[in-house]
């Protein structure tokens, strides 16, 4: 009885402290309507640049100087907003990355309008709900709020709230890098890519997203004379190149580890409900990954498989010109997602062996932009592991390597190690970015409102 007291006594207060708004909630809902409602896709009736304009406004009716928050972009629909936030200089900055632009969303593909801002049942509601206004919100009304507290940092803090990160031709990441420089030179970055997970409303993992693969197409050709197709040879460009493609199929590039993805197994282990799988995960994150075990984890989730190999895959056919003749092209397309530190030559000699046919070509389509890992820096780890105890008690926090690509891209190239880094978590199996009726918790966004805005004074102080 005693103990049923107590313990409904906790729920109530529970509930109590979750219904007190922090002091910048109202703020950041405001903002982030302000940012939904701004359609900021790459179609003619978006522009990125209403909403850099948008935010730049509300800096500085919040006490920013004029000179530093700047609005700017090689194109009048693109954009991007630049602010400094003044510290002591005793520190080199710290670069706060978001994207303003979203995914194109049509109204008849979704429940409610995409571009109408709306709470309903505990989530907001709208396009850019999770990729990426939320973040890009968090940092504006964090930002003044800090302002209005007084705070000053060791570090100047920059903002960039960016065009282009979705696609378009402007990417606003790799003009500011190009063209100013300057203006976002940092020792590190805070940029998406990371955050919490959740299944059923309970809190698991708290992510750092310290490292990306690089993306690479490869063009694989057979050209042949051809002829009429009553008179078949065995030389056809079609069998050449799906005999290549089948030995293809059978090959796996071998497993290789770094720093971020060891950690990550090791991690991952510990939160690992399936025995077998959690003893897996230690054994490929061993100093020898037992590839017994990594051939388990492979099997069972792509994912899994994706963090632990350079992966190829044939992802568009296209062949022959006629019904009736021998075909004389046979062309597909092996998108590769490669292991950061492993060269595009290296894997396209590797195509080559084992497509093991001089008649098959191998070219690139593009030039690889390759990424490197950002170091696992104890600074910002001990950071984001001291917040994550703090306010998510028992979640784990897990360095990751995004098998896909974001803008963290441009800066690791700059030089400018980069943490995807976000205290708002999302269930794993609601993933709505890109999709219709995207999506955030309501208490989920503020609670990332709060993680994000101690990470910003921890970081800006260390
Ligand atoms: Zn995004």
Redesign the pocket.
Known sequence: MRTSLVVLTFAALSALARAQSGPNDQLARDIFKELIEINTTDGPSGSVTKAAEAMAARLRAGGFAAADVQVLGPDPRKHNVVARYRGKGTKRPMLLLA?LDVVEARREDWTTDPFTFLEKDGFFYGRGTT??KSMAAHFVANLLRLKKEGFTPERDLILALTAD??GGRFNGVDWLIQNHRALIDAEFAVN?GGGGSMRKGKYLTNEIQASEKVYQDFRIEVKNAGGHSSLPVKDNAIYHLAAGLSRLAAFEFPVALNEVTRTYFERSARVQSDPKMAADMRAVAGATPDLAAAARLAASQPYFNSMMRTTCVATQLEGGHAPNALPQLARANVNCRILPGVSAASVRETLIQVLADPQISVSNVSEARPSRPSPLRPDVMDVVESLTKEMYPGVVVIPVMSTGA?DGLYLRNGEIPTYGIDGTFGDIDDVRAHGRDERIGVKQFYEGLEFQYRLIKALGAK
């Open positions: 994207h990729d990426d990160e979705e998406e974001t």
